[in-house]
């Protein structure tokens, strides 16, 4: 299975998506959508989604906070806001302590982290951002592949306001 990563669209779906993600099965999204952001990427993919900050009533309304699912016998655990190792939110950590997923996903930072968490024994994976909106300089999409382990990661990046059609 291969999958795409992205958080922190903010209303807009980068051009690059539709490229770099093209033989992906599914795209998990880290929040901040914007409005009809779901609705766009749904046209392209299966789409697994939580609401960021950002968000309005409209995206709440129809995804989560906070998502955990099972892909390929790993479970993961996503949502906008939760940190990295070490520096997790108080909420996330108990999750992570008490659901043990081999895969972490949030967004929220803007910036570009994928490490190991040894303490916990998952893949924490923090695309960046991926719209125009916020500090960032550069936007950036992740893809990777899953059977018995995450293999085959790439990231894309390019310039943030470049990114529309």
């Not at 209303?11 to 779901?38: I, N, R, S």
């Not at 940190?83 to 949030?106: D, M, Q, W, Y």
Request: negative net charge.
């Amino acid at each position: 299975m291969k999958i795409g990563v992205l958080s922190d669209t903010h209303g807009t779906v980068p051009k690059q998506v539709y490229d770099f993600f093209m033989d992906c099965d599914e795209l998990w999204h880290a929040g901040d959508l914007g409005v009809g952001v779901l609705d766009e990427l749904k046209k392209f993919k299966p789409v697994v989604a939580v609401y960021g900050n950002m968000d309005g009533y409209d995206v709440r309304g129809i995804i989560p906070e906070t998502q955990f699912f099972t892909r390929e016998n790993h479970k993961i655990l996503m949502t906008h806001i939760g940190g990295h190792p070490k520096r997790f939110e108080a909420k996330i950590l108990h999750a992570i302590e008490s659901l043990k997923p081999n895969i972490f996903v949030c967004g929220h930072s803007h910036i570009l982290r994928i490490m190991y968490d040894a303490a916990h024994e998952m893949l924490c994976i923090n695309p960046g951002a991926a719209g125009r909106s916020g500090f960032h300089k550069v936007s950036t999409l992740v893809r990777f592949s899953l059977d018995e382990q995450p293999h085959d990661l790439e990231i894309l990046d390019f310039p943030k306001f470049e990114s529309l059609i």
